[in-house]
């Protein structure tokens, strides 16, 4: 299943805040796993990515030794850190494969873990019957990707 990179962060942390209120392993604790493991994957390769970017695009001297800033940096032009981010917000647009891993959906999820679970460890045109419960929004997700996801 191809997804967006913002799809796949709402997915983790979700995740993320699912796993750490269970205890045990169970069905969907499996199924989470496996996903995330994907999105980890793809994530160190998305950095390698993005580190590239920098160095590419970033102030040299005439020997090709990258400058740094007192903070230690990268050093950009104007017009090179405006194409840095351009390169970084496709690259971050672009639609990314990850194997779902498909089990029943437990009783006990809320209406934001069933959206951000769907497609990846729930099938997308299966009914999930979540509880309803208001979750909080993970920090640093916004709460619009939360319905972007559904």
């Given amino acids: 299943m191809k997804t967006s990179w913002r799809n796949l962060q709402l997915f983790a942390a979700v995740a993320d805040g699912y796993l750490n209120g269970k205890q045990g392993e169970s069905k969907i604790s499996y199924a989470i796993k496996r996903v995330r493991d994907q999105i980890a ?8 990515r993005m580190a590239d970017i920098e160095i590419d695009l970033c102030v040299a001297d005439e020997k090709e ?17 405006k194409e840095r981010n351009l390169r970084e917000r496709a690259l971050l647009e672009e639609e990314f494969e990850i194997e779902p891993f498909f089990i029943s959906a ?13 497609g990846l ?3 997308a045109d299966e009914p999930i019957e979540a509880n ?19």
């Fill in 65 to 81: 030794v990258i400058q740094r800033d007192a903070g230690g940096r990268l050093q950009f032009t104007r017009a090179k850190l």
């Fill in 132 to 150: 309803g419960d208001a979750a909080p929004v993970p920090a640093g997700v916004e709460p619009a990707a939360a319905e972007a996801a559904a």
């Fill in 121 to 123: 460890v729930l099938r």
């Fill in 106 to 118: 437990p009783a006990d999820l809320t209406n934001l873990q069933a959206e951000a679970f769907s």
């Fill in 41 to 48: 994957r793809h994530n160190e390769r998305l950095q390698e």
